[in-house]
């Protein structure tokens, strides 16, 4: 049956929503104790930090439960666990013993808040829905799907964060308009294009159809990283200082407060004393040095080529820049006076609201899961991983376009699978999703805590960069086909096409050349993004 629960497992922070059947709208859901309220405009917003610690005395503590006892920069507390997830960091901390990870974290975080939820809501038996970015590879939907389907046990739907915030703004929009979600959180910056389609029957849900989408390595986190660098800078110290290793994570907590503060204030301080030694790091900031950093930092260039990519997908479907009649911003990010006028500029003052910054994703997402709908596309590249006879060397062949629709009604792709080498009777396939072309900004450093907690900056290499733009998606359950009979080097042995269901699966048809049987009729192979 369709459900009211929302989750938005932020960077940052958590947002939950329900849909309130007589308003016709989601709304934000407080939960006691671990939630805080926003003031935006004339709202109060409840909102849940992503925060875990976890206390000496076995007891955890979750969302303000920490920032309340002043435990942010604890070795004990683990945030942005949304952002290293997406990521596949491996990197983990020893808390009294135990090896916890970010995944770990995570699902401890997520496990209470979503049980708090249900158990507060009474929900049995109804849909859920999980968003996620809108560049976020198969590994990172597949693990918020079975970790929510396993706390839950209810059905988890999946919808992308800017698809969620169109709807969580619908009730203010009008049909056959498009419009441009700008989503800039703690940890991605994700635009889509959308355009509200007209209800078929009265009293039906509406339709929401994805036109461009775009994303980008920047967010929130990323900018705290970078007013951490700078403070480093202007102290003439470093991340690798004894005394700095001692007040790093504090120090990182003050860098995001400075951000905020000048979200809202035309100058701000930052002043982090180390308690053992006595010594200060201190820095002081107008908006405009901020601003300064930003631009440095290409900031402003980003945001720029990622709403560039986005506008250029919605020309491919004839939509331009003048269609868009609204754009709406989300996101903390989003908050920034020169981000907000970096899009005011582009398309004018009149067409930018920044009405729902903070519960807009999850207010949506409660909508989806009552019933409206959205049509959508694959957001990512996808190839077969092959080699080359001739050189032998690995090719990536490509199967899928980013953009491709789904259900397919003809096949995407034809393949001859030829022989590599003689006597071959097994011939393996595996399918790579590839995000090269999604996302244009790749950090060169990020920060990373330590197993004694402290943050350190890092170094991004070449391998490692690759590995978060290429994703083996069945590399522990690779596809094989049998020959009955042992094939020569060079040997043309099948014929394989491939397509997409409804349900976004590629599936593979097969037929053994050498005796013309078919072996594979639509055979779901992996889940796409």
Known sequence: MPGRLAIDFGTSNTVLATWDQVRQQGVAFPLLNYGRFLQIGDERVSIVPSLIHYQSDGKVLYGNEVLQRNLVNSQRTFQWMKRYISLRSPASRSIDGQNISNFIAAEHFLKEVIQTAIQDLRIDNEEIAVTVPVEAFEHYESWIFDLTSKITGQRIRLIDEPSAAALGYSARLFANQAYLVFDFGGGTLDVSIVRQE?????????????????????GGTVIDEWLFQDVLALNACSDKDPEIEQISRLLLVECEALKEKLSFQEKADLTVMNPISGSVISARYSRQQFEELLDKKDAYAKIDQTLRRALNEARERGFDDDDIKVVLMVGGCSQIPS???????????????????????????????????????????????????KTNSVEYKPLVKRGSTYPSKEPLARLTVKAVQNHQERFGFLIYEMGSNGRDYKPTMEIFFTDSGSARLTMINEQEQEGRTMFCLNENRPFFLEADSPAYKGEARFEVSFGIDSNRRLLISTKDLKNGNILHENYPLVKLN
């Open 198 to 218: 007209e209800q078929s029957i009265a009293g039906s849900a509406g339709r929401s159809r994805v036109l461009g989408k775009a994303g980008t390595e920047l």
């Open 339 to 389: 981000v907000q006028n970096t899009l005011r500029r582009i398309f004018g003052r009149e067409r930018v609201r920044v009405e729902r910054p903070l519960d807009a994703v999850a207010r949506g997402a409660a909508a989806f899961i009552a019933g409206e709908r959205f049509e959508d596309y694959l957001q990512h590249d996808y190839a077969i991983r092959m080699v080359n006879s």
